[in-house]
């Protein structure tokens, strides 16, 4: 997992290509204008999901795993609580692999730790990095003005070949 700002993304020079194809896309963007939905970058190799959702209770949450893709996950407005944790076989699967949407989700992460995300923060989670995003903010860590649980972000997909 790397965890950075778009304001200081000069910081990940030495990022594989293809990363910083995924952040210059970012930067580039007219993000707040952005449709929902899928936006092609590089066809089946790279592509972004725009999404907007309310977050949820992170102890009602199964965390993700992916196999084939790189998971760039961008903050464009609200405030995120995102659990991660380390590739780990003991990990106890919940759901079998989909292919087609390459996850699956485990019940629970050995060691899991959280990032908190501001807009303009991005975290990118490799391929079977568990993580579990789209979770609040608790009451403790609200000391900003939260006053909905709605999130806007955009996830860039990196195809594990292009790294």
Do not use: W
């Amino acid at each position: 997992m790397i965890l950075g700002n778009i304001i200081s993304s000069q910081d990940f020079d030495f990022l594989p290509s293809a990363l910083k194809k995924a952040l210059e896309y970012v930067q580039s963007s007219e993000l707040d204008k952005l449709p929902l939905g899928r936006h092609n970058i590089d066809g089946e190799l790279m592509f972004a999901n725009v999404m907007e959702f309310e977050a949820g209770i992170a102890e009602q949450k199964l965390a993700e795993v992916h196999k084939e893709y790189i998971d760039v996950q961008f903050l464009i407005s609200g405030f995120e609580r995102i659990g991660y944790g380390l590739a780990n076989k003991s990990n106890p699967i919940s759901t079998e692999y989909d292919r087609e949407n390459d996850y699956y989700l485990v019940e629970s992460m050995k060691h899991e730790c959280e990032v908190l995300l501001e807009p303009g923060m991005f975290a990118i989670f490799f391929p079977e990095e568990p993580h579990k995003p789209g979770c609040r903010y608790t009451d403790e860590q609200v000391s900003m003005t939260c006053d909905n649980y709605m999130l806007k972000k955009v996830v860039v997909k990196v195809h594990r070949s292009l790294i």
